[in-house]
């Protein structure tokens, strides 16, 4: 059976928890508590030296980190990751995004928002952060905009999945998503999809 | 023909060169200064609303941003890629890795570097770069030791390829490779597989 190391409250944890609903998959999950220092014991690092939670546990110990690149892996051969050359190049395309131009601003300023004191230093980080967020947020809402309901084609591929997990919870960083109907209107078509689950809260 | 929209002194954009370069694949090459606005412009917006280099355009007119995502579209069906379904997520590990962890650090770092006046307030972000960046190095070094000759399988792949471009100028954002045996070994190597191209400078 496949395990997965992962915290239930973090977004890219939950890309996992969706894809595995999604393909009906059966996976063993271990709760890794990243704000407890779970993921730089000298255990955890040994499956990833980059003490990040989520990491992918096969049967036979092969270990693969970076939730997108899991994303990947067990989506391929199911229409969550196309076959097709030039739309599979596009998903990669919205998941790079995701990593460079979204994650670290929006999951950062939620992160800043909901588990640092109200007097941390780090505070100080959120105006920058919000702005480049609402950055990506627009740039999302203008491509759904041209007539798309999804990212890539015409149904749900990982690129809706990861691009869902931070989305949804924007409004935890200071994100006020009532200006983006389209975003609001995808996100509704997210949670619509069989086997939708919501995050562990 | 394939265009590129790319920056001759961008990392980002020297992944593509390398790529084209060992698979011997002809191209034309837009220049785009993006420390003048160029990326900034409604005509580049039109071609990747994310304003950033490099920006892949078909014959036809379809549009591919995100330099990793590029590498994917344009290594598929060469040992660049493997498609051996394992080794293919092994790739996109390390390659979301570069995004996330190492680009993030190394890259800013060099770009403040080199790019940056001596009294510009982001100087102050070099201490805490430098020091994430350290981190990604010594991960890298850390696995090469393990008698890999190249991040994935027994020959160079796009993960090299992604990894190369901002490690072999890391010295430009301050970074001392000197520390590094195994990465400077890797770093020769990619060095004289056929094929390959030295950044513009």
């Known amino acids: 059976m496949l395990t997965i190391y992962g915290m239930g409250v973090s ?3 939950y890309k996992l928890q969706m894809l595995l609903a999604q393909l009906k998959l059966a996976c063993r999950w271990v709760e890794v ?3 407890n220092g779970e993921t730089r014991t000298p255990e955890f ?3 990833n030296p980059n003490g990040k939670v989520p990491v992918l546990e096969l049967e036979d110990g092969r270990i693969l980190a970076e939730s997108n690149a899991i994303l990947c892996f067990l989506a391929e051969g199911t229409d969550l990751l196309p076959e097709d050359h030039w739309q599979r190049a596009l998903v990669l395309q919205w998941l790079f995004f995701e990593q460079y131009s979204h994650e670290p601003k929006i999951a950062v300023a939620r992160f800043i928002n909901l588990f640092l004191a109200e007097d941390h230093p780090r505070r100080g ?3 920058r952060l919000v702005e480049a967020g609402h950055e990506a947020l627009a740039l ?3 491509h759904l905009s041209a007539g798309r309901a999804f990212f890539v084609g015409d149904s749900a ?3 809706d999945i990861a691009l869902f997990a931070y989305t949804h919870c924007a409004e935890d960083g200071g994100f006020d998503l009532s200006g983006y109907p389209e975003l609001l209107a995808w996100l509704a078509r997210v949670r619509s999809l069989s086997g939708f689950v ?3 809260s």
Do not use: F, I, Q, Y
Request: charged share 25%; glycine share 4%; aromatic share 0%.
């Open 125 to 127: 980080e959120l105006p």
């Open 198 to 200: 919501p995050m562990k």
């Open 140 to 142: 999302m809402e203008n």
């Open 157 to 159: 591929t990982v690129a």
């Open 33 to 35: 508590d990243s704000a």
């Open 11 to 13: 977004g890219n944890c």
């Open 45 to 47: 690092l040994a499956r």
